[in-house]
């Protein structure tokens, strides 16, 4: 059974920065792709970042580019999200998710797992 559980989130000023974590465990990762997704209140599930388990490439939407980094540590079975610079637009509640593919997908349907979330509140 595939667990994702997400960690780190909480409330931080413009300009801030916080670490979310994920914790995956119920299989191997290798040859998957790991991503995170966020949703504010009355809005879509939007993508954030993907990495892939095997190489690390990575990718970003252009809303994150440059203020985020997503990576992953191999042996603790951990994907992490540094954000920096946020705003308060990067409120939301953060997903983890992997699909069981090695495509670098950006879609949330493409993502066959799922955490329960974690809040991130940028005041401003």
């Known amino acids: 059974q595939v667990q994702l559980v997400e960690s780190g989130g909480g409330l931080v000023q413009a300009g801030g920065s916080l670490r979310l974590s994920c914790a995956a465990s119920?299989?191997?990762?290798?040859?998957?792709?790991m991503g995170w997704f966020r949703q504010a209140p009355g809005k879509e599930r939007e993508f954030v970042a993907a990495?892939?388990?095997?190489?690390?490439?990575?990718y970003y939407a252009d809303s994150v580019k440059g203020r985020f980094t997503i990576s992953r540590d191999n042996v603790k079975n951990m994907v992490y999200l540094q954000m920096n610079s946020l705003k308060p637009e990067d409120t939301a509640v953060y997903y983890c998710?992997?699909?069981?593919?090695?495509?670098?997908?950006?879609?949330?349907?493409?993502?066959?797992?799922w955490g329960q979330g974690t809040q991130v509140t940028v005041s401003s």
């Open positions: 998710a992997v699909a069981l593919t090695s495509r670098m997908v950006v879609t949330a349907l493409e993502y066959d797992y």
């Open positions: 119920g299989r191997t990762f290798s040859g998957n792709t």
């Open positions: 990495i892939r388990w095997s190489g690390g490439s990575t």
